[in-house]
């Protein structure tokens, strides 16, 4: 009956709510119908990837060891709390000060809908909530297009909107847009943009409430007071804030955005649960990778000590860049291609502050500050909302701008990132500041790249050696997919190595 009222609309099919591409993860059942037996599967990297591989193959009961050369698992995905250390690859060791309960992302923050990051979530019990990527009340600050002072989203979106629409609007009234579009769709046209950018029928941008108050509206006597001053079309143009706004129309950025409850390493650490610690062996850096002609030898040091694995097949779930500079049998086209894997820069600090004055003094609940200075991005907590203490992401910058950061002290960071800080929220940026940390992944041992970049996309034919296996070594990472430097991408990826490693088993 379910069925047919499916069919008739009432209810949801299977087919609305499967997306593509289709997994169907191993199970034991496949083998009972073809006399098979799973394999033994040894996983090279514990990042999101590599457990997503021993967590799927584990459902078909195949035998995986996990090999993770740092001392826990999840890869960039990776929260830092109090007590949190790190070194890095010049020796540089931070430890975390944060107070309980406050914690930085320092690798992925946010969680498109579609992705199926969520739908891990979903299966591994991680509760999740909403990340706040777009928010009208923070602020756009582009000191060196000249703005004297930050302005917020609301404010600049209600400008550039309303002059472009005031511009759009006379052009198409002088008949500029004849031969593109009939008369009714001119009028069609204006009535929208009256509406998008808030102007009269004079046409003329001349301000608008969207703007926000100087003084809130409130009880009968206090209508409010609107913001004055209304900046020229020209000044609007020039400060360059309009560049900001195509970001949430991305695919990958439009709201609603989500992060696990609590951080987001909550995914690694299901799925570690998931798979089972036994066969997880962490500080296991991996030296040598040999295709044998029944199996693969994986040689790695542990406590100083040298070991080696024997396995059916291997499932290499490291970085390239880390690949490329490890011993392996795998033929020169496999290393062209990890060599042809470009390493990208990023970084984060955190800023734990003793109050949230960003909430109670400038109303800003979450959401992203968007500046031109090189500390480029501020996010505001997404969590803790009107708790004592709050951490703020206080830059997140990549490329040029996260190296400059990167060659300096975690120190010197934290004095550089205030400095411009200040210049956006006053001088509360530096005297409620409590600690700080941070974070750049080109700097971390065993990852050495925040993402990659692959000229041509995965597809192109140099890659083609890493999108099949190599005798019996399969490869897995977000890099080899159209979602590099989102989980999404480790997770698809790892799912096609495993389906291709299944189908391959079952013969
Ligand atoms: N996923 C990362 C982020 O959201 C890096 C990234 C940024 C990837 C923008 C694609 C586009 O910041």
């Not at 400059?404 to 409620?432: D, F, M, N």
Request: hydrophobic share 35%; proline share 5%; aromatic share 10%.
């Amino acid at each position: 009956m379910f069925a047919t009222m499916g069919a008739l609309g009432l209810a949801p099919t299977a087919q609305a709510a499967s997306r593509e591409p289709a997994f169907r993860a191993p199970s034991s059942g496949d083998f009972h119908l073809k006399g098979k037996a799973a394999a033994k599967v040894v996983v090279v990297g514990g990042g999101i990837a590599g457990l997503a591989t021993a967590y799927e193959l584990g459902k078909a009961g195949y035998d995986c060891t996990v090999l993770e050369a740092r001392g826990r698992t999840g890869g960039r995905n990776f929260t830092v709390r109090g007590g949190d250390s790190t070194t890095d690859i010049h020796g540089v060791k931070q430890t975390a000060r944060f107070s309980d309960g406050q914690y930085m992302n320092a690798g992925p923050g946010r969680i498109p809908q579609w992705m199926v990051t969520l739908d891990y979530c979903r299966e591994l019990g991680v509760p999740i909530e909403v990340f706040t990527n777009v928010n009208a009340n923070a602020y756009l600050y582009n000191e060196k297009a000249g703005m004297k002072a930050p302005v917020r989203y609301r404010t600049a979106k209600a400008d550039v909107y309303g002059y472009v629409a005031e511009l759009l609007s006379k052009a198409t009234d002088k008949g500029a847009l004849d031969r593109q579009i009939t008369a009714d769709d001119q009028e069609r046209l204006l009535d929208f943009l009256k509406d998008f950018g808030d102007i009269g029928d004079t046409l003329d941008y001349t301000g608008s409430p969207r703007r926000g108050y100087r003084v809130d509206p409130a009880a009968a006597g206090t209508p409010g007071e609107e913001l004055g001053s209304v900046p020229s079309a020209s000044e609007v143009f020039a400060s360059g804030v309009g560049r900001y706004f195509a970001f949430e129309f991305e695919y990958d950025q439009a709201m609603l955005m989500f992060q696990p409850v609590g951080g987001m390493d909550r995914i690694p650490a299901a799925l570690t649960r998931a798979i089972g610690e036994r066969r997880i062996r962490t500080g296991a850096a991996v030296t040598e990778i040999t295709d044998t002609a029944h199996g693969v030898t994986v040689t790695y040091t542990q406590s100083g000590r040298t070991r080696s694995i024997e396995a059916d097949y291997c499932v290499a779930a490291l970085p390239p860049n880390i690949l490329a500079k490890t011993a392996h049998n795998l033929g020169p086209a496999v290393q062209t291609a990890l060599e042809a894997c470009k390493p990208s820069s990023a970084g984060k600090i955190g800023l734990e502050y003793r109050n949230r004055w960003w909430e109670s003094d400038h109303q800003i609940y979450g959401g992203i500050t968007e500046t031109d200075m090189d500390l480029a991005h501020i996010w505001y907590p997404s969590y803790g909302h009107q708790g004592r203490r709050g951490t703020i992401i206080g830059y997140y910058n990549t490329g040029s701008n996260a190296d400059a950061y990167a060659a300096l002290t975690p120190r010197e960071r934290e004095a550089r990132a205030v400095a411009q800080g200040v210049k956006i929220h006053g001088e509360k940026y530096r005297t409620e500041l409590a600690t700080s940390f941070s974070h750049h992944w080109r700097q971390t041992p065993y990852l050495e790249a925040s993402w990659h970049s692959l000229s041509g996309g995965p597809d192109a034919p140099v890659f083609a050696p890493l999108n099949r296996a190599a005798g019996r070594v399969y490869f897995a990472g977000d890099y080899l997919s159209y979602a590099d430097a989102w989980q999404h991408g480790a997770f698809t990826s790892a799912r096609k190595a495993v389906t291709a490693l299944h189908t391959r088993v079952l013969g």
